[in-house]
């Protein structure tokens, strides 16, 4: 690919930046990219990811096809990084099979590729939903049981712990989460803008 494939990317981003009267700060916090990332990018030093292209496109107000549309396909890390975060994303479901696997698994992967951007992000985002998905858990767990045995004194003599269906339960709903995410992923969008990163 050639340098002017690279800088046109950079080109536009830095012109529509201005044309909303946007610093490279200010832009970095409405799309949660790092003002380095949009420095590497306008400097045509980087082409930013696919998750990159999109949030700053969101984040302009632009579809990211504004961006991207002089580029080649082929110019952007894609779809190794969508490969990446797909196997970081579905391995959360190994917890059907072996407790804390949601955490322990996409967290090596996240480890292993932690200097990807995309990864760093995304599978960031993905592995600290998963930890307070398993803390939420844990504690649903301990206290809903000992609630209704609190309040049903008749509920003693059951012959299923209550733990396990609400651990099902929980199950369940982390499943459909995962594959929310995977669809998200798959499309090239942004995910869990709320969930705070803290890997």
């Given at each position: 690919m050639s340098d002017n494939q690279k800088i046109t990317i950079g080109e536009k981003l830095k012109q529509l930046r201005r044309i909303n009267c946007l610093s490279q700060e200010k832009l970095a916090g409405i799309s949660g990219i790092s003002t380095r990332t949009?420095?590497?990018?306008?400097?045509?030093?980087?082409?930013?990811?696919?998750?990159?292209?999109?949030?700053?496109?969101?984040?302009?107000?632009?579809?990211?096809?504004?961006?991207?549309?002089?580029?080649?396909?082929?110019?952007?890390?894609?779809?190794?990084?969508?490969?990446?975060?797909?196997?970081?994303?579905?391995?959360?479901?190994?917890?059907?099979?072996?407790?804390?696997?949601?955490?322990?698994?996409?967290?090596?992967?996240?480890?292993?590729?932690?200097?990807?951007?995309?990864?760093?992000?995304?599978?960031?985002?993905?592995?600290?939903?998963?930890?307070?998905?398993t803390l939420a858990t844990l504690l649903t767990s301990i206290v809903i049981p000992a609630l209704l045995l609190l309040l049903f004194s008749e509920l003693r003599t059951g012959s299923i712990p209550f733990f396990i269906p609400i651990y099902f339960i929980s199950a369940f709903f982390n499943i459909y989460f995962v594959i929310q995410f995977a669809i998200s992923i798959n499309r090239q969008q942004p995910i869990l803008q709320k969930i705070p990163n803290i890997l």
């Open positions: 949009i420095q590497r990018i306008e400097e045509g030093k980087s082409v930013g990811s696919g998750y990159t292209i999109n949030a700053l496109a969101q984040a302009l107000n632009i579809h990211s096809t504004e961006l991207m549309d002089s580029v080649s396909q082929n110019a952007l890390p894609v779809a190794n990084n969508i490969s990446k975060l797909k196997i970081l994303n579905l391995s959360a479901i190994a917890m059907l099979l072996v407790p804390l696997a949601n955490v322990l698994i996409p967290a090596y992967i996240f480890w292993k590729n932690r200097d990807d951007e995309n990864i760093k992000h995304t599978g960031g985002k993905i592995v600290s939903f998963q930890i307070f998905w």
